[in-house]
Nanobody, 122 residues
Framework: VQLQASGGGLVQSGGSLRLSCAGS????????KAWFRQAPGKEREFVAA????????DYADSVKGRFTMSRNNAKNLMYLQMNSLRPEDTAVYYC????????????????WGQGTLVTVSS
């Protein structure tokens, strides 16, 4: 399984961005999918996840109500719609996926993308 994240960039505070992550090498229909981020000088943290069955989502408190995660199984894609962005959202964002059935799942993902940089200016 390979993951390729894209969509990062520079945006002003209050703006929006949509990140995409394309999977290849194996269908990811029944894989739990997630986004993480790592800000400069900080540890990587969980952002959002979609359950392998597609019937539940999980969000970090810091992004709840502002970010929305979705997936398109037909195209092996996952998305992170980010609204009302804040300077503290500045980070490298990583997509991840795992075939395991544990839920909620905020750690121990088997496959990772390379990251895309999001910079929010004040």
């Amino acid at each position: 399984v390979q993951l390729q994240a894209s969509g990062g960039g520079l945006v002003q505070s209050g703006g929006s961005l949509r990140l995409s992550c394309a999977g290849s090498g194996h269908p990811l229909n029944y894989y739990t999918k997630a986004w993480f981020r790592q800000a400069p000088g900080k540890e990587r943290e969980f952002v959002a996840a979609v359950k392998w069955s597609g019937d539940d989502t999980d969000y970090a408190d810091s992004v709840k109500g502002r970010f929305t995660m979705s997936r398109n199984n037909a195209k092996n894609l996952m998305y992170l719609q980010m609204n009302s962005l804040r300077p503290e959202d500045t980070a490298v964002y990583y997509c991840a996926t795992d075939p395991g059935r544990r839920w909620p799942r905020r750690s121990s993902f088997a496959y990772w993308g390379q990251g895309t940089l999001v910079t929010v200016s004040s």
